[in-house]
């Protein structure tokens, strides 16, 4: 079976960013938001159509998984995303230096976050209220 | 594939699988302290105890460490028996003499009935267990700067002759990684310490903000084939340089 990917369609988003939220609270930290694995960037100049999101990728051969000497990050067979095994992670950090697109968010005491696809059924496709994300 | 019994329920597994392993698949909870999935376990603390019997022993039981103890056909494994329970109380017993100033000890010790430990043998502030996780963690899988030094009641962690390293790369893995939360180390603007030594921050090229050592850069350099300077760019401005790439990109 082909694999579902997150797709993203800029030029319909409008940066309200409700993605972010939804994401915070599907990856929350003791029952509070966690850190947003999505991020909307409005433009600068408000110009409709240009707005971006970034989001982690799932790269083939991934910065994040390279320079994790625990071995903390696998790739779900299920939906072919990278996420983080917290049991493993020694919280070193690495992982966020490595990303070179700043999609591995570090968050205080905690384990890093990167987006994994919510295990197959993205929150922040769900709140998108203009259609900018699709996952299939 | 082997079948054993855990508290009653007939359960498969690989053989030499360890207890604990198998136990958590299960759903059948072991409490532990020097348990961490990214190194091998060293059997330190011994809360992970329970008792182990198989039918051809005539009765007689023994207790073992479920993080080490390899799964063998027909084992029979039960985690709360008095006999475990008891074992447990009285590991927490000892751990909270010498460790008073753990908060995470003093609730288990509670969880197992010790509302009132009567011993105490260790500084007040102590909270390592000499569980060996973070000596485990960085030896294994970074730069191996800490170790246990000294024997007997003189045992700690601690750089080789207690002296500063220069190993540490100041990941602050060991730190991060202790279930008690006994390795101090501080961060303040461009400045981290720990272990008895102040590790500059490198800058970000971009905004300032503070990203990692520069040792851990190199470190990490070596190890994946990037160059040192990739580092140095902080989360915030990695993504917002992604959202700039994709805007120049044409659709
Ligand atoms: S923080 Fe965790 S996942 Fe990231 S590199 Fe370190 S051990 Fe691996
Ligand atoms: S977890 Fe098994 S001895 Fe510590």
Same mark, same amino acid.
């Given at each position: 079976?082909?694999?579902?990917?997150l797709?993203?369609?800029?030029?319909?988003?409008?940066?309200?960013?409700?993605?972010?939220?939804?994401c915070?609270?599907?990856?929350?930290?003791?029952?509070k938001?966690?850190?947003?694995?999505?991020?909307?960037?409005?433009?600068?100049?408000?110009?409709?159509?240009?707005?971006?999101?970034?989001?982690?990728?799932?790269?083939?051969?991934?910065?994040?998984?390279?320079?994790?000497?625990?071995?903390?990050?696998?790739?779900?067979?299920?939906?072919?995303?990278?996420?983080?095994?917290?049991e493993?992670?020694?919280r070193?950090?690495?992982?966020?230096?490595?990303?070179?697109?700043?999609?591995?968010?570090?968050?205080?005491?905690?384990?890093?976050s990167?987006?994994?696809?919510?295990?197959?059924?993205?929150?922040?496709?769900?709140?998108?209220?203009a259609?900018?994300?699709?996952?299939? | 594939? &082997?079948?054993? !019994?855990?508290?009653? +329920?007939?359960? #498969?597994?690989r %053989?030499?699988?360890?207890? $604990?392993? *198998? /136990? @958590?698949?299960?759903?059948?909870?072991?409490?532990?302290?020097?348990?961490?999935?990214a190194v091998e376990?060293?059997?330190?603390?011994?809360?992970?105890?329970?008792?182990?019997?198989?039918p051809?022993?005539?009765?007689?039981?023994?207790?073992?460490?479920?993080?080490?103890?390899?799964?063998?056909?027909?084992? &029979?494994?039960? !985690?709360?028996?008095? +006999?475990?329970? #008891?074992?447990? %109380?009285?590991?927490?017993? $000892?751990? *909270? /003499? @010498?460790?008073?100033?753990?908060?995470?000890?003093?609730?288990?010790?509670?969880?197992?009935?010790l509302?009132?430990?009567?011993?105490?043998?260790?500084?007040l502030?102590?909270k390592?267990?000499?569980?060996?996780?973070?000596?485990?963690?960085?030896?294994?899988?970074?730069?191996?700067?800490?170790?246990?030094?000294?024997?007997?009641?003189?045992?700690?962690?601690?750089?080789?002759?207690?002296?500063?390293?220069?190993v540490?790369?100041?990941?602050?893995?060991?730190?991060?990684?202790?279930?008690?939360?006994?390795?101090?180390?501080?961060?303040?603007?461009?400045?981290?310490?720990?272990?008895?030594?102040?590790?500059?921050?490198?800058?970000?090229?971009?905004?300032?903000?503070?990203t990692?050592?520069?040792?851990?850069?190199?470190?990490?350099?070596?190890?994946?084939?990037?160059?040192?300077e990739?580092?140095?760019?902080?989360?915030?401005?990695?993504?917002?340089?992604?959202?700039?790439?994709?805007?120049?990109?044409?659709?």
């Open positions: 079976m082909e694999k579902k990917l797709h993203v369609y800029p030029q319909r988003c409008t940066a309200c960013r409700n993605c972010e939220i939804a915070s609270f599907a990856h929350p930290i003791d029952g938001a966690g850190v947003a694995r999505i991020k909307a960037f409005g433009d600068k100049e408000g110009r409709v159509g240009h707005n971006q999101i970034v989001v982690c990728m799932q790269c083939e051969d991934a910065a994040c998984v390279s320079a994790c000497p625990a071995n903390a990050l696998w790739r779900n067979p299920d939906t072919g995303a990278i996420y983080l095994l917290e493993r992670c020694i070193c950090h690495s992982c966020v230096a490595a990303c070179p697109f700043g999609n591995m968010r570090p968050q205080a005491d905690e384990f890093p990167k987006c994994d696809v919510c295990g197959g059924d993205p929150a922040c496709v769900k709140f998108c209220p259609n900018a994300l699709e996952y299939k | 594939m &082997i079948e054993l !019994t855990i508290d009653g +329920k007939r359960v #498969q597994a %053989k030499g699988e360890h207890l $604990l392993a *198998i /136990a @958590r698949r299960e759903g059948v909870e072991i409490p532990t302290l020097c348990h961490h999935e376990p060293s059997g330190a603390c011994r809360m992970c105890m329970v008792e182990v019997t198989r051809d022993w005539e009765g007689w039981s023994k207790l073992v460490t479920a993080c080490n103890f390899p799964a063998e056909e027909d084992l &029979i494994v039960r !985690t709360r028996t008095d +006999k475990v329970m #008891q074992t447990r %109380k009285e590991i927490l017993e $000892l751990l *909270i /003499a @010498r460790t008073p100033g753990s908060q995470l000890i003093a609730e288990m010790a509670r969880e197992y009935g509302d009132h430990p009567t011993l105490t043998v260790g500084e502030s102590e390592c267990i000499l569980c060996d996780i973070c000596t485990r963690v960085c030896q294994n899988l970074v730069t191996g700067a800490i170790s246990r030094i000294n024997r007997g009641v003189e045992k700690e962690v601690n750089t080789p002759f207690a002296e500063v390293s220069d540490c790369i100041g990941c602050l893995a060991c730190a991060k990684s202790c279930p008690t939360d006994a390795i101090e180390f501080k961060q303040v603007g461009l400045e981290r310490t720990i272990w008895g030594r102040t590790f500059d921050l490198v800058p970000c090229t971009q905004c300032g903000a503070p990692l050592p520069k040792e851990q850069a190199e470190w990490l350099s070596e190890r994946t084939g990037m160059k040192v990739e580092y140095f760019v902080c989360v915030k401005c990695k993504a917002a340089q992604t959202a700039r790439t994709y805007e120049n990109i044409a659709w």
